[in-house]
């Protein structure tokens, strides 16, 4: 049974799967859904939702569809998000197994850049290098993984500590395997379960920072993002609060269906080790 198969059969597996699958969905078809540009101005201002047929959710100050704003903002959540985790995930497993594998002064070492990292609130470190270095995508994600590799690192060095005790490594030292052999083919597949199911979390954590960069101006200016869509809709929340709701809703939903993915993963990999033990 494959791991799919026993996330699907977990209820919070399967209503994360959902989710995430409908927002993927929606976002890889934002540009049959509504083409063109979605900063672009569509049609006359703050339309209310379900006023007119052409803008389903509305217009917002300029004259924008909310719609496609709410559209192409789930590919720029997911994008970043996944971007972000892909990079901090990477990061984390290559420290950590360095740190895990090696021991003695490099593990000293590494453990105390890991701790000055995660001394510093991953917000704040994403906000100061933004904004130091400048606003683009490629920034955004790179400031995003910066703040969030330390906890993969240290899941991972803890699991390589206790694998690198077992006896099949022992074995292949003994028979004169390569040791970086030894640490990428016996003991990273090994310790890689635990930190995956970390990896929807730190993707939530992306989703919601990329958020914030973005409602304080400091997100791509020439993408539609729903941080920014919430920031848009700040000056008129009392007349036109559907402006603000709507990418709020999307957001929150988004994280649910993250933590909903994260735990029901994590209970499925759960399940294949007492299997395997």
């Known amino acids: 049974m494959s791991w799919l198969w026993r996330l699907l059969r977990k209820p919070e597996g399967a209503a994360g799967f959902a989710i995430l699958l409908v927002l993927l969905v929606a976002g890889l078809l934002a540009p049959v859904i509504s083409p063109g540009d979605p900063l672009k101005i569509a049609g006359r201002a703050l339309l209310g939702p379900f006023t007119d047929p052409g803008f389903p959710l509305g217009t917002d100050r300029l004259g924008r569809d909310v719609l496609a704003g709410l559209l192409y903002g789930a590919r720029t959540s997911l994008a970043v998000g996944l971007a972000a985790a892909f990079a ?8 950590g197994l360095a740190a895990g594998f090696a021991g003695g002064l490099v593990d000293e070492a590494l453990m105390r850049v890991v ?9 704040l470190l994403a906000l100061a290098f933004v904004s130091t270095i400048g606003v683009s995508t490629p920034v955004v994600v790179l400031a995003i993984a910066l703040g969030t590799w330390a906890d993969p690192a240290r899941l991972t060095r803890a699991q390589v500590l206790a694998i690198r005790e077992q006896d099949y490594v022992a074995s292949a030292r003994v028979i004169g395997m390569h040791p970086a052999e030894i640490a990428f083919r016996e003991i990273l597949p090994n310790a890689l379960p635990p930190v995956l199911a970390l990896s929807a979390t730190i993707v939530a954590g992306a989703i919601l920072t990329e958020a914030a960069l973005s409602f304080l101006g400091l997100g791509n200016p020439n993408i539609a993002t729903w941080g920014s869509m919430i920031a848009e809709g700040r000056s008129v929340l009392r007349s036109a609060s559907y402006l603000s709701v709507i990418p709020g809703a999307a957001l929150a939903v988004t994280v649910l269906g993250v933590h909903l993915f994260s735990e029901g993963l994590g209970k499925a990999l759960g399940d294949n080790g007492v299997r395997a033990a």
């Open 88 to 95: 901090a995930m990477v990061l984390g497993l290559c420290v």
């Open 115 to 123: 701790d000055a990292f995660q001394i510093m609130p991953a917000f």
